[in-house]
């Protein structure tokens, strides 16, 4: 299994520009996480997905979009980047929900918006 | 929603010392509590955790204890090496409506282990 895999590892946007970030996992997973992580601090939760078609909120959505379309696949969606969305992305799974469950987090993804 | 606060933010211990790291959390619903080590530019990594009906839990020299009634938590390195150099996170879980369950990290501790 790879497990969890994002791309693209980096990426530059220029302010006003949108991006996809893409986050696939092959372990039949059923909840999907996205966190932003700001220099010298914890991850903080953009949005989540209990299963395809099923999506909410975390701490931090505002900015941001995902979809589930497939148990695969939790694409989040940057429609019109700001200076403040500059933070390393990852993303994480975990089968049956994270209760007492580790998360499995996957390689990141680092945005720089200028 | 769930606050967690970790302590301190830096930490320098001498190698073969013990390192110590704290944390608390606000929401005594939560039930599991996992620390990650995340060395730079690498993605978190599990290396223990430890549920509410446990108080104490070790893995070679690594452990953690929990005190639920003060809703607090710490991670022990005994023996440390350079090798342990790297940020530290402390996390709570706590379920959400609709399913599911979320993690709130602490904002890390960046160890340092010196020869």
């Known amino acids: 299994n790879a497990g969890v895999t994002q791309t693209p590892k980096f990426r530059i946007l220029k302010i006003g520009q949108s991006m996809t970030l893409q986050c696939t996992q092959d372990?039949?997973?059923?909840?999907m996480y996205w966190y932003r992580q700001d220099p010298g601090m914890g991850l903080k939760l953009i949005y989540y997905s209990v299963g395809a078609g099923i999506t909410d909120k975390g701490e931090v959505p505002n900015g941001y979009n995902v979809s589930r379309s497939t148990t695969e696949d939790f694409p989040l969606r940057l429609e019109l980047a700001a200076p403040s969305q500059t933070s390393v992305y990852f993303c994480a799974s975990t089968r049956y929900g994270g209760y007492q469950e580790t998360q499995y987090f996957g390689p990141g993804t680092r945005l720089l918006v200028l | 929603g769930e606050n967690v606060e970790q302590h301190p933010s830096t930490l320098s211990v001498q190698e073969g010392d013990s390192a110590v790291i704290k944390c608390t959390y606000s929401?005594?619903?939560?039930?599991?509590f996992p620390w990650y080590k995340q060395e730079l530019g690498k993605r978190p990594q599990l290396i223990i955790d430890?549920?509410?009906?446990?108080g104490e839990k070790k893995d070679q020299r690594i452990a953690v204890t929990l005190n639920k009634t003060a809703k607090h938590f710490s991670l022990h390195i005994t023996e440390t090496q350079p090798e342990d150099s790297a940020v530290y996170f402390c996390?709570?879980?706590?379920?959400?409506?609709?399913?599911?369950?979320?993690?709130?990290f602490g904002t890390g501790t960046q160890l340092k282990v010196e020869l």
């Open positions: 430890i549920r509410s009906n446990v």
């Open positions: 929401d005594s619903a939560s039930n599991y």
């Open positions: 996390a709570a879980m706590v379920g959400v409506t609709g399913g599911g369950n979320k993690l709130t």
């Open positions: 372990m039949n997973h059923n909840y």
